[in-house]
């Protein structure tokens, strides 16, 4: 299993980013897929999943109405459409093929600050 995230920067609190994540070495489009993050000196959060179809997303109560996740099976690509970013965002962001991130891939910084 490979998966490589980019997309990462430092933003401004209220801009925007969008997350991506290739996926390689297993059948991407039979699998649910996640994102989770990890913010300085704390550990993994889940942020949000999709259905290996993209009939079902979930999101963490901290992200829900302002990050989108979807995928494109054609791709092997998982994204992350983040809007309305706050300090708080700041991590280190991983995609996984669970919700632990057990199966993560080496990740991509986002920081948000002024």
């Known amino acids: 299993i490979q998966l490589v995230e980019s997309g990462g920067g430092l933003v401004q609190p209220g801009g925007s980013l969008r997350l991506s994540c290739a996926a390689s070495g297993f059948r991407f489009s039979a699998n649910h897929m996640s994102w989770v993050r990890q913010a300085p000196g704390k550990g993994l959060e889940w942020v949000s999943s999709?259905?290996?179809?993209?009939?079902?997303?979930r999101y963490t109560d901290t992200v829900q109405g302002r990050f989108t996740i979807s995928r494109d099976n054609a791709k092997n690509t998982l994204h992350l459409q983040m809007n309305s970013l706050k300090s708080e965002d700041t991590a280190l962001y991983y995609c996984?093929?669970?919700?632990?991130?057990?199966?993560r891939g080496q990740g991509t910084q986002v920081t948000v600050s002024s």
């Open positions: 996984a093929t669970d919700v632990t991130g057990l199966n």
């Open positions: 999709i259905s290996s179809d993209s009939r079902y997303t």
